[in-house]
């Protein structure tokens, strides 16, 4: 398709899109929004006290308060479509939205309860989201770039297709930006911006998901994280958000990557609570995907205590029994800067008083090596199929910072790449072991929310893909305020030197802070028992 | 190093192996050694009644014999290295023979014990014999080719590492073929040979161990397979051998291996019995290994009953509970020749009396194709790394054929084959489940042992390692007879022309054959159980 043919079709995609917030969805302002439009949905007067109720929720909650018939399943599928309406109006979060067709989800809901007097699931009438890529029945997606629109699945993606028989109600597709491939959220439907200062990137590639629910247009949503896609959007908007390791949650039916890849890509939760994120995992496992799915490892999801025992371990590995949790302050490439130090140094001040938490500093390895791995090892075909995709679309300036930092590898190089890569692994775990640690707490990013356009450095997540560990990132109730001006450290580096230029506390006032937990590979259960007693100081509410 | 450098470093080698076997171990025969030898270390007078009870143990029993004090760790060590060493003079079977070493190993063993009053592991003084590159620490080495050969290694292979703890005493290395990629062994030591019939190949690439084991030279071994390299041994020489899932057993320290490949290679045992096979997994599982080894699942061995039940499957899939056995007569491309096909009809109709079982047929799908993947997937380098490591070792006809299936693959190349793989592996497990099937039988290759140099057809077993499924192999206790002269149809294409060119009864005569079950990767527990029912109807003595 010609460049003049792309953008027409983009434009009809984008009409279509909003043709479907029917005017009932549609919030006329008296005024403009403010930049912080997070708390739009309960001052804004769109949304009933009731509905405000309703999407105030956890998911955990709401689906008790359902089951338990405090609220039908239809008037919550439409408190969430209006305020859902409303982040997009603020945000432009969506890339696809269907009232219509989760209320009748919702209806079919309530009659199946009504006739056999209990919820048809776990997750009886909690609207989900889903990221735009993933496959949910009847709904018109994309892959982030033109070409790749308008194709109208007509089966749910394997996870969606559990989650549905759980009882979730699909309100809405989210935006993700062109190749998948940025830590922000920039497509040809443009740029989806951060509900708690929208002159910032909600973060990407899960960008979408990130500013929906961070603004209470949705309670829990389907991410995608191959270099931090899940935690970053989690981050950005103050968030909780899980990375399993690959192999356990189920890929099938993921439409349109365009990255030639030998980092695995993982499927995950973003909510607002750790339970809401255990609650979708359990869900997901307990349906044993792995029966149909050969990609799948049969692994159920092994319970932790609070102690550390179970999935095969002991107890925690620190004296007494204690949690014994390895600070990452910096990866040694890339300083933080001002807020998201100052986060991390909060929760280890808070952590130090904790009881049942021992605390050591944990130094990682080989970071710059493994960025230059992890980049060539996304593109091995050097970005062939990507190019093939776009055709004659434009390439935006975050697909064009990727994809130029690879070339198309030979079988060598792969194998050379690779086998460095399992060495590396290999010496994480070792060095992990080695400290005794039982988790490791370090920032999610070297900053917070960013200007479109500028979100580079993703070693903060990325770091965990190559090595397939879980990973977990949660809100600290940090946002960045005027007095987070950074010291003026001389960069180290290029990639110190951008993040420096970028961030200043006036243009990222009000933007969240999140950190992220990881663990060895297969340990998803020991980091979220971890979660459990760390997010016990934190100084925000927490389900 | 030059062809003559190299062909006198091959001499030194041989010699000094040789040398190993002192002349205490050295067997003069009276007359030339019988075509079958493999009752030798019972007739020969070589060994004494009480070590010729000892070597006639399986594994289990002996372990506990030991531990009753039945035997002593040195008697039972030097039953084994007297029967090894005979095994090595009729089928050429060692790369390295360690009497001394296992002496001291087993005297260690024995004062231990009398000091604790206990064994100091469940392989107390059992003897294990180890295919050639897989680590035993002082042991000499090589990888199949010359250049390769003379490292000794200062630490043992971790599965290596496992089993000494557990009390093993290590005799011998065993002969691999050049490449360690032909359903045979032949290497700068020779050609190894069946016991069963010496002028036929005890398979390959762990054609030493399925000799030695089979001439009862040791009880239980360490083999690997990537194609069927534990499997075809096992059926040429009437043993038990398992080629578990990959990711559970580990692999570390197995040192000089020249494939590039995307096919899993798997370590597993050979023994005489399936209660031998277990209990060497069990052993290694339960030292949790996958806790050093970032490479594998962390998956505990799954108990099975005799029901089906365990491992989260709630019974076999049979009406009535029965366990559902799918058998797979022949793979559609070579058909087996006249002994395997009576073989696989003889259990059959065992099994169709067994009021447990239930039989379905089961037709193999893509088969051609399947192996025209697996061989280029072998070597995705074409066989490049191959060619280095011979450097100017002439290169043998079964070596060439392999690699002269393959071309230096470009990564488009890789990622479409591999991506076909992973279709056809979730297509196999579709069709599987589509005919609720618990396990299929079928043979383990179209036809017993070979004379040298023409086995070429590996599907009946790569089949397995493409899908990266578990699967056994077991003794059917049918030998061939001058009564299996084939029937014949025309040959349908050029592998079953080679194969009916090259069986013939008077050639193959008093060659064992082998039959195998195979189950969906991760069912190894499953496969196991089953094999426990199969096995009672076999007509020769299991354990």
């Given at each position: 398709?010609?460049?003049?043919?792309?953008?027409?079709?983009?434009?009809?995609?984008?009409?279509?899109?909003?043709?479907?917030?029917?005017?009932?969805?549609?919030?006329?302002?008296?005024?403009?929004?403010?930049?912080?439009?997070?708390?739009?949905?309960?001052?804004?007067?769109?949304?009933?006290?009731?509905?405000?109720?309703?999407?105030?929720?956890?998911?955990?909650?709401?689906?008790?308060?359902?089951?338990?018939?405090?609220?039908?399943?239809?008037?919550?599928?439409?408190?969430?479509?209006?305020?859902?309406?409303?982040?997009?109006?603020?945000?432009?979060?969506?890339?696809?939205?269907?009232?219509?067709?989760?209320?009748?989800?919702?209806?079919?809901?309530?009659?199946?309860?009504?006739?056999?007097?209990?919820?048809?699931?776990?997750?009886?009438?909690?609207?989900?989201?889903?990221?735009?890529?993933?496959?949910?029945?009847?709904?018109?997606?994309?892959?982030?770039?033109?070409?790749?629109?308008?194709?109208?699945p007509d089966q749910d993606a394997h996870i969606v297709a559990i989650l549905r028989r759980a009882g979730a109600v699909f309100i809405a597709k989210t935006t993700q930006p062109q190749?998948?491939?940025?830590?922000?959220?920039?497509?040809?439907?443009?740029?989806?911006?951060?509900?708690?200062?929208?002159?910032?990137?909600?973060?990407?590639?899960?960008?979408?998901?990130?500013?929906?629910?961070?603004?209470?247009?949705?309670?829990?949503?389907?991410?995608?994280?191959?270099?931090?896609?899940?935690?970053?959007?989690?981050?950005?908007?103050?968030?909780?958000?899980?990375?399993?390791?690959?192999?356990?949650?189920?890929?099938?039916?993921?439409?349109?990557?365009?990255?030639?890849?030998?980092?695995?890509?993982?499927?995950?939760?973003?909510?607002?609570?750790?339970?809401?994120?255990?609650?979708?995992?359990?869900?997901?496992?307990?349906?044993?995907?792995?029966?149909?799915?050969?990609?799948?490892?049969?692994?159920?999801?092994?319970d932790v205590d609070a102690r550390g025992v179970g999935a095969g371990c002991e107890g925690w590995s620190g004296e007494g029994g204690r949690l014994r949790v390895g600070i990452m302050?910096?990866?040694?490439?890339?300083?933080?800067?001002?807020?998201?130090?100052?986060?991390?140094?909060?929760?280890?001040?808070?952590?130090?008083?904790?009881?049942?938490?021992?605390?050591?500093?944990?130094?990682?390895?080989?970071?710059?090596?493994?960025?230059?791995?992890?980049?060539?090892?996304?593109?091995?075909?050097?970005?062939?199929?990507?190019?093939?995709?776009?055709?004659?679309?434009?390439?935006?300036?975050?697909?064009?910072?990727?994809?130029?930092?690879?070339?198309?590898?030979?079988?060598?190089?792969?194998?050379?790449?690779?086998?460095?890569?399992?060495?590396?692994?290999?010496?994480?775990?070792?060095?992990?072991?080695?400290?005794?640690?039982?988790?490791?707490?370090?920032?999610?990013?070297?900053?917070?929310?960013?200007?479109?356009?500028?979100?580079?450095?993703?070693?903060?997540?990325?770091?965990?893909?190559?090595?397939?560990?879980?990973?977990?990132?949660?809100?600290?109730?940090?946002?960045?305020?005027?007095?987070?001006?950074?010291?003026?450290?001389?960069?180290?580096?290029?990639?110190?030197?951008?993040?420096?230029?970028?961030?200043?506390?006036?243009?990222?006032?009000?933007?969240?802070?999140?950190?992220?937990?990881?663990?060895?590979?297969?340990?998803?259960?020991?980091?979220?028992?971890?979660?459990?007693?760390?997010?016990?100081?934190?100084?925000?509410?927490?389900?």
């Amino acid at each position: 398709m010609t460049s003049s043919g792309l953008q027409a079709k983009a434009a009809q995609l984008i009409a279509a899109r909003d043709a479907q917030v029917t005017p009932d969805y549609r919030f006329p302002p008296s005024s403009p929004f403010p930049l912080d439009v997070s708390d739009l949905y309960r001052s804004s007067g769109f949304l009933s006290a009731r509905q405000i109720d309703i999407v105030s929720h956890y998911a955990t909650s709401l689906s008790e308060a359902i089951a338990k018939r405090t609220y039908t399943a239809v008037e919550v599928t439409e408190a969430f479509c209006r305020s859902a309406a409303l982040a997009q109006e603020t945000t432009n979060c969506l890339a696809w939205f269907a009232p219509k067709e989760a209320l009748e989800a919702a209806k079919g809901l309530d009659e199946a309860m009504q006739k056999t007097g209990r919820p048809v699931g776990p997750l009886h009438g909690v609207p989900i989201s889903v990221k735009d890529f993933i496959n949910v029945k009847g709904y018109p997606q994309s892959a982030g770039h033109i070409a790749s629109a308008g194709l109208v699945p007509d089966q749910d993606a394997h996870i969606v297709a559990i989650l549905r028989r759980a009882g979730a109600v699909f309100i809405a597709k989210t935006t993700q930006p062109q190749s998948i491939m940025h830590l922000e959220t920039t497509s040809f439907y443009g740029v989806t911006r951060c509900p708690y200062n929208t002159n910032l990137t909600a973060g990407g590639s899960s960008g979408g998901e990130g500013a929906l629910i961070g603004a209470r247009g949705s309670i829990l949503g389907l991410t995608t994280d191959v270099g931090g896609s899940t935690r970053g959007p989690a981050a950005n908007n103050g968030l909780w958000g899980f990375k399993p390791s690959s192999k356990r949650l189920p890929r099938g039916g993921i439409v349109g990557v365009t990255s030639v890849s030998r980092i695995a890509g993982c499927i995950g939760p973003a909510a607002h609570s750790l339970r809401d994120l255990e609650l979708l995992v359990r869900i997901v496992l307990s349906a044993e995907p792995w029966k149909r799915d050969v990609t799948l490892v049969p692994m159920p999801w092994r319970d932790v205590d609070a102690r550390g025992v179970g999935a095969g371990c002991e107890g925690w590995s620190g004296e007494g029994g204690r949690l014994r949790v390895g600070i990452m302050w910096e990866d040694g490439v890339v300083r933080p800067v001002r807020p998201t130090r100052r986060a991390l140094e909060g929760m280890v001040d808070n952590l130090r008083d904790h009881s049942w938490v021992e605390l050591v500093d944990f130094t990682p390895e080989f970071v710059a090596e493994i960025w230059k791995i992890t980049v060539q090892l996304y593109y091995i075909d050097g970005g062939k199929k990507l190019r093939e995709a776009l055709g004659e679309e434009q390439m935006y300036p975050l697909t064009e910072w990727i994809v130029s930092q690879c070339h198309e590898l030979s079988n060598d190089e792969v194998t050379t790449l690779v086998n460095r890569r399992n060495a590396l692994r290999q010496r994480y775990l070792d060095l992990f072991q080695s400290l005794r640690l039982d988790v490791i707490l370090c920032p999610a990013s070297p900053g917070p929310a960013l200007p479109f356009h500028t979100t580079r450095y993703w070693s903060y997540t990325s770091l965990f893909n190559f090595l397939d560990w879980p990973a977990l990132v949660f809100p600290t109730g940090k946002r960045v305020t005027l007095n987070d001006r950074d010291d003026h450290l001389a960069p180290r580096n290029e990639d110190e030197k951008h993040l420096y230029r970028t961030y200043s506390p006036e243009t990222c006032i009000g933007a969240p802070i999140g950190l992220q937990l990881a663990a060895p590979r297969w340990h998803d259960e020991r980091i979220v028992a971890a979660a459990k007693i760390i997010k016990e100081v934190l100084p925000v509410e927490a389900d």
